[in-house]
Nanobody, 122 residues
Framework: QVQLVESGGGLVQAGGSLRLSCAAS????????MGWFRQAPGKEREFVAS??????DYADSVKGRFTIFRDNAKNTVYLQMNDLKPEDTAVYYC?????????????????WGQGTQVTVSS
């Protein structure tokens, strides 16, 4: 069992930055694959980024602007978001599953956080 708690969302102007955090508890963190997804109003939840112990994947829409990284000592995964755009506005969710590779489909994750709102104004 893994419990996830996100923080760090908020309101920011276009071009600004935010860092989301996801604190995990439960299973041994280094063996857990972590991902970030987001859901905008009226849209389906979509993949943003994921991180295994050795690799990371990103959605094309955030490549070069977002970075996912983890601190195993703190059992925390982060999503650094730079050059934010209004279309990045969404509720961002942290997700976790066991495994050895990064996964990009929300159906492949077993554990979810409660979500944190990110709003980017133009």
């Amino acid at each position: 069992q893994v419990q996830l708690v996100e923080s760090g969302g908020g309101l920011v102007q276009a071009g600004g930055s935010l860092r989301l955090s996801c604190a995990a508890s439960g299973r041994t963190f280094s063996r857990v694959i972590m991902g970030w997804f987001r859901q905008a109003p009226g849209k389906e939840r979509e993949f943003v980024a994921s991180r295994s112990g050795t690799s990371a994947d990103y959605a094309d829409s955030v490549k070069g602007r977002f970075t996912i990284f983890r601190d195993n000592a703190k059992n925390t995964v982060y999503l650094q978001m730079n050059d934010l755009k209004p279309e990045d506005t969404a509720v961002y969710y942290c997700a976790a599953r066991s495994g050895d590779y990064s996964y990009t489909s929300d159906g492949e994750y077993d554990y979810w956080g409660q979500g944190t709102q990110v709003t980017v104004s133009s």
